[in-house]
Structure formats: structure tokens, C-alpha cells
């Protein structure tokens, strides 16, 4: 009794897995970060670097970051990100001894 | 002198090749406001789309939209279209480039995965042989003597120098691994090959990367192949991909191009013409449900240089000893060439 009820259980496991990974989100197919060692930025033919947060590979010479879609890099620079640089914050005065 | 002449003529060519890659990363970059400037003034260059003139700034976009919607049919319709012939070319292709195991593999505009699938076969069947040979090299009967004289059933060192010449005593050294990435500017194309390339069960032997021929996303000298079948005719600067094609190849490196071409006999010329107007965009509409996209593809073929023309446009972008073999009398044709 407990067998059969085993083997069931174990298929139903089994569909719900399949089922589960079919809806996932097809962005969320891991990155292979050995990528890094084929490709480069394609306008300015050095490495990128992977952020994973964003899932981007970015060119922090450009500052520009390409996106990664269902695990593909894409690097066409048209489709490129450009990043905006943080705005240094001002000093108040200079310190005083 | 003829030999300083030579080497200025190669890098004259690498030069422009340099020039144009130069240029296109600052035309990129300036592109926005370059296109509307040259809009106001009108005069931003036409180019085809097809029998269509069109501005070059759209003409990526077009074949990208293109591309997006025939990708689901795509395999379906080559086989409609070509009644299978196209796996013909295509096998004939992999013949021709004959990768050795170790060769990485650059197949641009390879979407779905044709080239790629047949070459991970292709090494694979290679290493099998290997294997096969060096096994048997070495299962001498104890009994038999080789030709030395030895008596002993080892290899004798005759064995071991063909077996070093062969690469089989590589097992100490570092091997290169072979390699293929799959390039190709439209997302949709490279998810249908990712797919049936998971059917297949190969999906751990393949890269794939969305990018432009024109701007590779690869460093130079890093490929000893590059493929590209029937896709260089969608490209918007031909001589752009080719220079991109001779800068990611290593020296010694070969470019092979499998393409539409020109038939030369006018009776063959005139049957595949009708074919071509009459049926395949009627295939298209009926299969694809999209007469338009078949109606360009077909189009674009005949605007592409014939086979002399665009030998001497591989040649202009540095490869040497430039060939081509026509197949089914020049509906399609093999271009090959040498980083040398």
C-alpha cells in the first residue's frame, strides 16, 4: 500500500517540477559566466563584467550595460543601457583645523 | 620589391578594414543625432531592402522584423522551399570546412542552428575515428612481428612517432577544446535554436550570443573558423561583416560564406525564377502565413553580387586564396578564404 502510494507521489513531484519549470519566468535562465572568457563589448572590444543584480554584462569603460535575455547576452549596441554616473555630492566648506 | 608590394597591399586592406570599424563605432555612438541631421537635410543613403530603396538606418530593423516572424517557420519553410535540398548544401558546407577536433567555431547569423548542429556532429564523429585508430594501432598480436623485426608485440617507436604526429599522445599535453558560438542579431532565431538544440541533447556544446555582423562582440584573432550561411545578404554593410570576420579569426583562420548566388544558364535561370515569384511567396503565406517576409527573402537573392563580385569583396576585407563552388548550378554558392 505504501509503495504505490510512494510511486505516486514521487510522479506527481515529478509533473509538478516539469510544470514549474515550464512557467518560470524564461529570464530567470542562469548566466554562464564562463561567457566572460568569449565575449567582449562590441564597441569597444574589451571585457565586460557581469552583474548579476541586474543581469546585465556591463563595459564600465562605456559605461554602457547589455542585457541578458533567457540566458543570451545581448550585445548589440543599439540594445545597450547607458549608465548614469551617481552625482558626486558637493562638499560643504572646507574642513577647518 | 614584389613582396614589399605585397605586404603594403595587405595592410592597405587591413588598414581599411580598421578605418571602417573605426568609424562605424563613432558613427554608433553619434548615430541618433547623425540620422536626423542627415533626414533634415535629405540626404541619408538608400540602400535595398529587397526590390524596395530604403534608408540604411532602417534597413537592420526591417530585416530584424523579418526574421522575428518567420523564426517559428523558419526550419519548416527552408524544407518547403527548397524540398530539402538546402540539408544537402549545408551537409556539402560542413564537408568543405572539415574542422579538425580542437577548432573553435564562430557560425554568424546561424540562428537555428543548422551549421552548429552539424559540426558538434561532425567533431564527434572525428573523435570517434581517433579513438578507433589509436586503439587499434596498439593491439599488436604477441605472436605477429612487425616489420622491424621486433618480436615483442609493443609498439615499436615507428608506432609512437605516428601516433605523435597524429595528436594521440596529447593525453599529458592541454587540448583544445572545440568550440562553437552561434551569433545572430535576432533573439527570437537563437530561442528556436536553443530549443532544438535541447532536443538534440546539445545544448552543452553550443554558445549562443545576440549581435550584429557588423559589430562582433568578440576580441580579434580569437576563432579559427567563421561561418555564415545564407545570412550575409541581409547584412546592411557587407564589407563591414567581412572585415569584422577577418579580425576575430586567427592567423591561418578560414571564412566560409554558404549563400544564394547566380545562375548563369538562362533555361535553369528563367525555371528558378518562376519558382521564386510565383511559388515560394505563395508558400510563405500558405505555411508562414506571411507573403511578405517570403517575398523579400526571395528578393534579396537577387540583389546580392554574384559570385565573382562578392569573391573580390572577401578579398578587399584581407582574406587570400579566395575560392568558390557553385552548387545546383550556381542557385547557391560556397565562398572560402584564408587569414594569411
Not at chain 1, 545581448?74 to 566648506?93: F, H, S, T, W, Y
Not at chain 2, 567555431?105 to 578507433?132: C, H, M, P, S, Y
Request: aromatic share 8%.
Amino acid at each position: 500500500m505504501a509503495a504505490p502510494m510512494a510511486r505516486g507521489a514521487s510522479r506527481l513531484s515529478l509533473v509538478f517540477r516539469r510544470l514549474l519549470h515550464s512557467t518560470v519566468p524564461s529570464r530567470c535562465q542562469e548566466f554562464d559566466t564562463k561567457m566572460l572568457e568569449i565575449v567582449v563589448c562590441p564597441l569597444s572590444k574589451k571585457p565586460l563584467r557581469y552583474d548579476p543584480e541586474k543581469n546585465e554584462l556591463v563595459s564600465d569603460e562605456l559605461s554602457v550595460a547589455y542585457p541578458i535575455v533567457n540566458g543570451i547576452p545581448n550585445l548589440i549596441p543599439e540594445d545597450a543601457r547607458v549608465i548614469k554616473k551617481p552625482e558626486e555630492p558637493q562638499d560643504n566648506g572646507a574642513k577647518e583645523q | 620589391m614584389a613582396a614589399l608590394r605585397s605586404v603594403s597591399l595587405r595592410v592597405g586592406r587591413i588598414c581599411r578594414c580598421s578605418n571602417r570599424i573605426t568609424v562605424s563605432r563613432r558613427n554608433l555612438s553619434e548615430q541618433t543625432s547623425s540620422d536626423e541631421t542627415d533626414k533634415e537635410e535629405g540626404t541619408e543613403r538608400s540602400t535595398h531592402f529587397g526590390f524596395e530603396s530604403i534608408n540604411e538606418s532602417e534597413k537592420t530593423g526591417k530585416v530584424h522584423e523579418v526574421f522575428s516572424n518567420v523564426a517559428s517557420k523558419y526550419d519548416i519553410m527552408n524544407d518547403a522551399m527548397s524540398l530539402g535540398v538546402h540539408r544537402l548544401w549545408k551537409d556539402r558546407f560542413m564537408q568543405v570546412l572539415d574542422p579538425l577536433p580542437g577548432t573553435r567555431l564562430l557560425d554568424v547569423a546561424g540562428g537555428t542552428g543548422d551549421i552548429a548542429f552539424r559540426f558538434v556532429n561532425w567533431i564527434k564523429q572525428k573523435e570517434q575515428q581517433r579513438r578507433k585508430t589509436s586503439g587499434a594501432e596498439f593491439r599488436l598480436n604477441p605472436l605477429e612481428t612487425d616489420e622491424s623485426g621486433s618480436d615483442t608485440g609493443l609498439p615499436s617507436a615507428e608506432d609512437y612517432l605516428y601516433s605523435e604526429q597524429r595528436g594521440d599522445l596529447s593525453d599529458t599535453e592541454e587540448k583544445k577544446d572545440s568550440k562553437v558560438i552561434i551569433c545572430d542579431i535576432n533573439q527570437s532565431m537563437l530561442e528556436v535554436g536553443k530549443e532544438r538544440a535541447k532536443k538534440l541533447g546539445l545544448e552543452d556544446d553550443l554558445v549562443w550570443v545576440t549581435g550584429n555582423a557588423e559589430e562582433l562582440p568578440f576580441p580579434d584573432n580569437s576563432v579559427d573558423a567563421y561561418t555564415i550561411a545564407f545570412g550575409i545578404r541581409n547584412v546592411t554593410h557587407i564589407e563591414k561583416a567581412l572585415c569584422e570576420a577577418y579580425r576575430v579569426l586567427t592567423p591561418g583562420g578560414r571564412f566560409l560564406c554558404l549563400e544564394f548566388s547566380q545562375v548563369s544558364n538562362p533555361l535553369i535561370s528563367s525555371v528558378y525564377d518562376l519558382y521564386s515569384f510565383q511559388v515560394i511567396p505563395v508558400l510563405g503565406e500558405v505555411i508562414a502565413s506571411d507573403w511578405k517576409s517570403y517575398q523579400y527573402l526571395v528578393e534579396s537573392i537577387r540583389r546580392f553580387p554574384n559570385q565573382e563580385d562578392f569573391a573580390e569583396m572577401i578579398r578587399e576585407a584581407g582574406f587570400r586564396m579566395v575560392t568558390y563552388d557553385n552548387l545546383t548550378s550556381g542557385v547557391a554558392a560556397i565562398h572560402s578564404g584564408f587569414k594569411i
